[in-house]
């Protein structure tokens, strides 16, 4: 059995938009919607804030403030495990941008887009127009306003 833990950040503005990348990988054919997200665990000890902040900087070009939480996602299928936490972010330095060709290399990454969307042109589009069904879900939740405090999530001793 195999878990991966992620980390997703919804980015937004202060009207409201929800900044989003377009994204190839290998099981869709074209390029589609993402949140950004990463990995947990995979550089070294950090904690899931750092993770979240080092994501937006290396898939957006941007620093943000953390604000909320979003939830946690749990999904399994055979021999794998996910697990998502999802952050609600703003930037504070930096505009939004892809990263450049070789750094998307290094993190293993097709990023072909960015955007900010309103709710009502996210509320337009189909659950193919993402990455994947757990993404529009999410976005969909996020939409009606399913925010919890950063506190919800504490760093112990093993």
């Known amino acids: 059995m ?4 992620k980390l997703g950040i919804f980015i937004v503005n202060d009207k409201g938009q929800l900044l989003l990348i377009k ?6 054919p074209e390029p589609r919607w993402n949140i950004i997200k990463g990995s947990y665990g995979d550089n070294g000890i ?5 993770t979240a902040k080092r994501e937006c900087q290396e898939e957006v070009s941007v620093k943000v403030e953390l604000k909320k939480a979003l ?6 299928k055979e021999d794998t495990i996910r697990i998502q936490f999802n952050l609600l972010a703003i930037i504070i330095d930096g505009e939004p ?8 290399k290094n993190y293993d990454e097709n990023i072909t887009e960015v955007k900010w969307f309103t709710k009502e042109e996210l509320k337009s589009l189909t659950k193919e127009k993402f990455i994947s069904g757990r993404i529009f879900t999410m976005i969909n939740d996020w939409m009606t306003g399913q925010e919890y405090p ?8 093993m």
Do not use: M, P, V, W
Request: proline share 0%; glycine share 2%.
């Open 46 to 50: 950090e904690s899931i804030f750092d």
């Open 2 to 5: 195999s878990t991966k833990a």
């Open 97 to 104: 941008k892809i990263s450049n060709t070789e750094e998307q």
């Open 71 to 76: 939830g946690c996602y749990i999904s399994q």
């Open 150 to 157: 950063l506190e919800i999530f504490k760093t112990t001793e």
């Open 23 to 28: 994204e190839k990988i290998k099981k869709n």
